[in-house]
């Protein structure tokens, strides 16, 4: 008979050992109070307000030590005599984690943009959107896609790929679509709806590399999960906060504006800032898939692509 694991009062199941060791080993540089507030998201170990609880997730972490399934970062000095020290305590931890990574991509060989689909990773994809994208975590709104943009077990950033939005007269202009098209062919448009890189990642030209590698994949990645294919990518850019640099490098084209709406604002109601429509074609002959004179794209042509 296996023996129940009991750390702080609940009870500890072998999956839950498995994510927690997932965690250690996956973001190393992480301290340990960084590694015990993952580990608690993943898991969703929180509180009501959705506070994580750090000290079960420490005593987890620090089970799996004990058992030599992980190797923890050395422990921090807990108590600093002064009121200097205590604020200098006070801003470390406000620091964003991991060091530094600058440079140029070209220093950093093997970096991959790959979807994530593991519980464990769609947690932490969904902490650190809330916690470093300026338009936080939404739930997607139907088929999406999630990618992490990773160097070896580094963690750069994030992209996220889900429904276009409902109507928009400068994309609909520029696809040439009247009501009834954009009704029955909106799916084949995908919203690139959030991608971040995080703070401490300044690598030259990595945002318009990894774009670049998104765009790459989409089809064959979209028709895998959700049997058909993409033919046209969206997003929106903020202009008074972002001059769209990285999509303009990576090939994007600028195509109007929205009017302040919401994505999917079918009735006027959700007001937001005027964003400028940038928009990349998957194929050179885009708009007769969208106006239906061809045919959807099967798996056979992706692979070709």
């Known amino acids: 008979m296996q023996m129940k694991i009991i750390i702080g009062g609940r009870e500890i199941s072998e999956d839950d050992l498995m994510v927690a060791e997932y965690v250690a080993q996956t973001y190393k540089s992480f301290s340990r109070k960084e590694l015990a507030r993952t580990l608690c998201y993943c898991q969703e170990w929180v509180t009501r307000k959705d506070v994580p609880k750090l000290d079960l997730g420490a005593k987890v972490l620090e089970y799996l030590e004990g058992m030599g399934r992980i190797s923890l970062p050395a422990k921090r000095e807990q108590y600093i005599a002064g009121r200097a020290a205590m604020k200098a305590i006070a801003i470390t931890e406000k620091t964003d984690p991991g060091d530094p990574m600058a440079g140029d991509i ?9 979807p994530i689909f593991e519980k464990a990773e769609i947690s932490l994809w969904k902490e650190y959107i809330e916690r470093y994208h300026p338009e936080k975590y939404a739930a997607p709104r139907g088929a999406n896609l999630r990618y992490a943009i990773k160097w070896g077990t580094r963690l750069f950033g994030y992209m996220l790929f889900s429904p276009s939005a409902w109507a928009l007269g400068d994309r609909d202009n520029w696809i040439g679509w009247t009501e009834q098209d954009r009704s029955q062919r909106l799916v084949y448009v995908l919203n690139n709806s959030r991608f971040l890189l995080f703070p401490w990642i300044r690598i030259h030209n990595l945002a318009s590399w990894a774009l670049g590698q998104a765009v790459r994949r989409i089809q064959e990645d979209w028709l895998e999960n959700y049997l058909y294919a993409p033919v046209l990518l969206e997003t929106f850019i903020d202009p008074a906060q972002y001059r769209g ?9 600028k195509v109007g504006a929205t009017k302040g709406r919401g994505r999917h604002d079918r009735h006027h109601e959700g007001l937001s800032t005027p964003r400028d429509i940038y928009m990349y074609p998957l194929e050179t002959d885009f708009r007769d898939y969208l106006l239906g004179v061809k045919a959807p794209i099967t798996r056979e042509e992706v692979m070709m692509i």
């Open 106 to 114: 070209s220093n950093y060989k093997g970096i991959k943009v790959q």
């Open 245 to 253: 640099s990285c999509y303009r490098a990576a090939g994007w084209q």
